[in-house]
């Protein structure tokens, strides 16, 4: 098999796995009882804390652990009571709450990026907190988030960025991104699924989502997934100390694939001009769609993913091309490939015969 869809979620790291283990088995204490085995559990927690403050750079205290990215985004916007504003290329766990506030959308041009007078402009709407992501799931573009906080922060106005699909990937520094919440996921960088933190700037109070028993220092309640806690930690170190290594490795590989690939006539990929993720390349192959390339892809032991969301009534195309301009037939061929540093060259060369062999 080939796995190619390390952006929809990764392998567990067998390191992390065994860090995580002895909380299932031995050490199942819960974090809030007093005994000596909440008081482990409650430990190994701060230890995770630790971990996961220093892959971001923020300080231990200012990080809360949910269930995931998702519980983490909408926890951040939970924090908005005014007009809010979100980028159009949003993950749906953004893009969804959102509406529900009636949530001002930011375009972006046709590269996938957000540009300067935009922000300018939508600043004039006077918002109180803004949701851009760091770097998008399907395309892998990049936004100058740094850029865009200073822009906003300079009016006052609260900024969130989903850096889900960055954080292991990229330096992330939340120091530096002069945000003032972050939101990252556990499974993405070789943790457990059911496992994020949302990192938040000192200066916000924070009103929790989940009300109950005043975990996580009254800000999200309910029993920590210590096991899980603990394995994000431990994937957050590695992917602190093997990030120069893994980006080295993911870069060859892409590099590779995107020059295979601009080889064959009939293959466009998308956001090629702008900055992109390391591991992620969404490329359509004109005329056949998405949905078909990754089912037959699928039969022979490759798995990818489509750039769009399959409804019952048919496959629409993704919003984040269509938020490009590019129209819903070209966006309904999209193919998403999201490598790992694990990837070969050897699985990229095969892929790219197998994706010849389909006649393109
Ligand atoms: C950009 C982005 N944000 C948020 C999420 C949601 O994270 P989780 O799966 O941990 O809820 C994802 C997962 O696909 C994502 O790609």
Redesign the pocket.
């Known amino acids: 098999m080939i796995y190619f869809d390390n952006?929809?979620t990764t392998q567990i790291d067998e390191r992390v796995l065994e860090e995580m283990l002895p909380f299932l088995k031995t050490m199942y204490g819960n974090p809030s009882s007093v005994h000596r085995l909440g008081r482990i559990a409650k430990s190994a927690i701060e230890i995770a804390r630790e971990q996961v403050a220093a892959l971001i750079d923020a300080p231990s205290s200012q990080i809360i652990f949910t269930s995931?990215?998702?519980?983490a985004?909408n926890l951040a916007l939970h924090h908005s009571n005014g007009l809010l504003a979100i980028s159009a290329i949003e993950?749906p766990?953004v893009a969804e709450p959102a509406s529900r506030k009636n949530a001002q959308i930011i375009s972006v041009n046709a590269d996938g990026l957000i540009e300067p007078e935009t922000i300018a402009e939508l600043i004039q709407n006077r918002p109180d907190f803004v949701s851009i992501?760091l770097a998008n799931?399907e395309t892998g573009v990049i936004q100058p988030i740094t850029e865009i906080a200073a822009q906003l922060n300079e009016h006052g106005i609260v900024v969130h960025t989903?850096a889900?699909?960055a954080v292991g990937k990229i330096p992330v520094s939340f120091s530096k991104l002069g945000v003032q919440m972050l939101?990252l996921?556990s499974?993405?960088i070789y943790g457990a699924k059911g496992c994020?933190a949302l990192v938040f700037d000192k200066s916000l109070s924070i009103q929790p989502l989940l009300l109950g028993g005043g975990q996580e220092q009254n800000r999200r309640s309910g029993t920590e997934n210590v096991a899980a806690i603990v394995g994000f930690g431990k994937a957050a170190e590695f992917a602190k100390s093997e990030l120069e290594t893994r980006h080295a490795k993911m870069l060859e590989l892409h590099l590779l694939l995107e020059s295979e690939l601009e080889k064959l006539p009939r293959v466009t990929i998308f956001a090629k001009n702008a900055p992109r993720l390391p591991n992620t390349t969404l490329f359509g192959i004109d005329k056949i769609e998405g949905e078909w390339v990754l089912l037959t892809l699928d039969q022979k032991g490759v798995c990818v993913s489509s750039g769009s969301a399959c409804a019952s009534e048919g496959q629409e195309p993704s919003p984040v091309l269509l938020a490009m301009g590019i129209s819903p037939e070209q966006a309904k061929t999209a193919i998403r490939v999201s490598l790992s540093h694990r990837n070969t060259q050897a699985e990229v060369l095969q892929f790219i015969e197998i994706i010849k062999s389909l006649g393109v």
């Open positions: 952006n929809a995931g990215g998702t519980e985004n993950h766990c992501m799931n989903d889900v699909q939101s996921s499974h993405k994020g």
